[in-house]
Structures are given as structure tokens and as C-alpha cells.
Nanobody, 115 residues
Framework: QVQVVESGGGLVQAGGSLRLSCAAS????????MGWYRQAPEKQREWVAV???????TYTDSVKGRFTISRDNAKNTVYLQMNSLKPEDTAVYYC?????????WGQGTQVTVSS
């Protein structure tokens, strides 16, 4: 069984920083990608950043230059460093794991940015 667990959310003032962590565990053979998505109230879930197995990364335009995705392969963990946070970054952030031709979601972690 595969588990995906996020941590690191919280309340921060605009301009501040947070770092999210996502740890994958269980019967995992090959990780193809790990990424972050977010869902604001009354909005659809949207893609934020993804890191592929070869190390390539992609970011949605609204976070480029502010957010950085990184990973620790030994720990099957991916991080999202979020700087210069804005109130519009407020959302539940979800980690997505793509491994062994299947997708897995974490339970989400709340990020709230006050103005």
C-alpha cells in the first residue's frame, strides 16, 4: 500500500515563506513524478509544480520565480519552498505521486496567506 503525506502548511503574512514537504512510502518501485497541486475555496484544483524522475521541473506561471520544487530521492520526499507569498496563494495544497503507472494523492495541507 502506498501512502502520501504532506506537512508544513500554516498561516503566514503576505511576503512571507513556507516550505511544504511530501513523503511517499510503501510498495513503490519507480517514481515517475511528484508534484504539488492546490485548491482554493470554490475553485477547481490546479497544478502548481512538478518534478519528474530525471530532475526536470515545471511550474505554473503564477508561481514562477517564487516557488521552488526539490526532492530527496533517498527519502522519496519532495518539497515546495514558497517565497513572496500572496493572499491569492491561499489554498489547500495537495501532493501527487505518479509511480508504477498509478497516481496517488495526499490528504492536503492548508496554506493561508493574510494580507
Amino acid at each position: 500500500q502506498v501512502q502520501v503525506v504532506e506537512s508544513g502548511g500554516g498561516l503566514v503574512q503576505a511576503g512571507g515563506s513556507l516550505r511544504l514537504s511530501c513523503a511517499a512510502s510503501g510498495s513503490i518501485r519507480n517514481i515517475n513524478a511528484m508534484g504539488w497541486y492546490r485548491q482554493a475555496p470554490e475553485k477547481q484544483r490546479e497544478w502548481v509544480a512538478v518534478m519528474y524522475s530525471g530532475g526536470a521541473t515545471t511550474y505554473t506561471d503564477s508561481v514562477k520565480g517564487r516557488f521552488t520544487i526539490s526532492r530527496d530521492n533517498a527519502k522519496n520526499t519532495v518539497y515546495l519552498q514558497m517565497n513572496s507569498l500572496k493572499p491569492e496563494d491561499t489554498a489547500v495544497y495537495y501532493c501527487n505521486l505518479q509511480a508504477d503507472f498509478r497516481g496517488y494523492w495526499g490528504q492536503g495541507t492548508q496554506v493561508t496567506v493574510s494580507s
